[in-house]
């Protein structure tokens, strides 16, 4: 009953590094999608795919990476942290048509 | 584009007392509406959600919330709240296709409930 899995929990980077936050899910939900929650912004999308091979830009992009190479997984890659990417992210998945989206548990991210 | 507008930053409440929270949108058709839930620390959990029919729509937790078209307005109420509601809100709007894959936040609403 894991449902969206987000890994890891927490994570300290220092500027101008890289890394891979990963999402999973075990719903067999087409679409998936990363969220980030910045104080008083509520959530912006970043990325999202409707499904395996097929990714879209949402309202904030710049400086992220996402591929969907199955449906399972989501990964959201970070090419050189800066401390404006000092953030919660938020994976969540959903199935096609009318329906909610399901979310991760989030990753608080402090670049420094 | 399509955007949501929560007025209140912060409400305030006691325990017992009723609750709404207001919602409004900006989207050229017919929007689906979503309000979710987020406890501190926590992802978010969704009350409630209104695709077509019935205006009324009921959620988890005891929370209803009703749709009204020509007020672009997706208010959130609750009759008698309880020291667990203490949480931030969120009103979310989805895409043309009734998809969740872009959902578009207000920026939120925190509830704090006094005893």
């Known amino acids: 009953n894991a449902g969206v899995t987000q890994t890891p929990k927490f994570q300290v980077l220092k500027t101008g590094q890289s890394m891979t936050l990963q999402c999973a899910q075990d719903m067999n939900h087409e679409y998936m999608s990363w969220y980030r929650q910045d104080p008083g912004m509520g959530l912006r999308l970043i990325h999202y795919?409707?499904?395996?091979?097929?990714?879209d830009q949402g309202e904030v992009p710049n400086g992220y990476n996402v591929s969907r190479s199955t449906t399972e997984d989501f990964p959201l890659r970070l090419l050189s942290a800066a401390p404006s990417q000092t953030s919660v992210y938020f994976c969540a998945s959903g199935p096609q048509g009318n329906a909610e989206a399901f979310f991760g548990q989030g990753t608080r991210l402090t670049v420094v | 584009a399509q955007s949501v507008t929560q007025p209140d930053i912060h409400i305030t409440v006691s325990e017992g007392a009723s609750l709404e929270l207001r919602c409004n949108y900006s989207?050229?058709?017919?929007?689906?509406l979503f309000w979710y839930v987020q406890s501190p620390g926590q992802g978010l959990q969704l009350l409630l959600k209104?695709?077509?029919?019935?205006?009324l729509v009921q959620g988890i937790k005891g929370f209803e919330a009703e749709f009204k078209r020509s007020q672009s307005s997706f208010n959130l109420r609750k009759p008698s709240v309880h020291w667990s509601d203490a949480a931030e809100y969120f009103c979310a709007v989805g895409s043309t296709q009734g998809g969740s894959e872009k959902l578009v936040f207000g920026k939120g609403t925190k509830l704090t409930v006094n005893p």
């Open positions: 795919s409707v499904g395996a091979g097929i990714t």
């Open positions: 989207y050229g058709a017919t929007p689906y």
């Open positions: 209104y695709f077509s029919g019935d205006t």
